[in-house]
């Protein structure tokens, strides 16, 4: 997983990066807060970013709010990294869009745990978006009336095939789906077979 | 500087111990300067950046008291009020060095 650390401090950036390759991210490292919105904006962004509060250009505070408003479908997960620690900054930093906060010097275990926690709900995420995009296909397909162009029955409430005028849907529905019964297919698979039967 | 607390946090990363004292050397000179210019100019926000900076790197390398000192300078920067800060600067002059002195005879010691 791709996780971009946006850090001005070349001491923290150098930590940062050594530590997300030995835990199996890739870093992609930028030095002040424009640069990240760059790469933030970008279609591959990574899911997962680690921000310096105090940045050139765009602090990490601005950031965050600015990531909130590219309104992308699934936000990347946000971490805000600051020698501040007073309670206030923390709530101001979380208000502002940041899903987690930490302060420097960093511990490795705790960093590592945390952007652990990212990195699954991130998964969770993506994960969502595919069921809903799942759900769609099938609101979609039960929304369609299928209606057997042999005999004009019609498939009714997912459950059996009856006569058009019990299924609700006639043949002007733009949700219409020309099919076959089964009755009908099966008729229509032993013409066919006979005919190739006489054919061969 | 805490070196116990410094060769924990860098248990098993000692090429990037010896890396991040380089960067050190480098670069905070560089930013001692910018301190001090900001003083003379009376430019709150440049001593700040300069002393946010040398706070982080300084307490990453788990050295508490030149890190404090960097941080009162930030402060210093912020609220614009300079009246200390000549005095800050030196002291933080002085404590860097001896961490960077510390640092050398560390890496010395150091079998990568």
């Known amino acids: 997983m791709k996780v971009l650390v946006a850090e001005d401090d070349l001491t923290s950036s150098s930590i940062l990066e050594d530590h997300l390759r030995d835990w199996g991210y890739s870093p992609i490292i930028v030095s002040n807060g424009r640069e990240a919105l760059q790469v933030l904006k970008t279609p591959s962004a990574p899911d997962l970013a680690i921000l310096d509060w105090m940045m050139p250009y765009l602090s990490g505070l601005e950031l965050c709010q600015a990531v909130q408003g590219l309104n992308k479908p699934i936000p990347p997960y946000l971490i805000l990294l600051s020698a501040k620690s007073h309670k206030p900054e923390v709530v101001r930093a979380l208000q502002a869009g940041a899903h987690d906060y930490i302060t420097k010097p960093f511990d490795p275990a705790e960093l590592h745990a945390r952007v652990d926690v990212g990195r699954r709900i991130v998964q969770l995420e993506l994960l969502l978006g595919q069921r809903v995009a799942e759900l769609e296909t099938v609101k979609q397909l039960l929304a369609v009336h299928p209606i057997c162009c042999s005999c004009g029955k019609a498939w009714h409430n997912q459950h059996d095939w009856r006569e058009p005028i019990d299924s609700g849907a006639s043949e002007n529905d733009a949700n219409v789906l020309h099919a076959l019964c089964p009755e009908c297919y099966a008729k229509v698979s032993s013409i066919l077979e006979l005919k190739s039967l006489r054919a061969a | ?112």
């Open chain 2, 1 to 112: 500087m805490d070196e116990t607390e410094l060769l924990w946090r860098f248990k098993n990363k000692m090429p990037l111990l010896l890396k991040l004292c380089g960067i050190l050397a480098e670069q905070t000179p560089r930013l001692l300067g910018d301190v001090r210019r900001g003083i003379d100019e009376g430019d709150g926000p440049r001593i700040a950046r300069a002393a946010h900076t040398l706070k982080g790197s300084l307490s990453q390398m788990s050295a508490p008291i030149a890190a404090e000192l960097a941080g009162e300078l930030e402060q210093s920067g912020e609220a614009g009020v300079f009246s200390r800060s000549e005095i800050l600067v030196n002291q933080l002059d002085q404590e860097s060095a001896e961490v960077q002195r510390q640092l050398n005879e560390l890496t010395k010691s150091i079998d990568v």
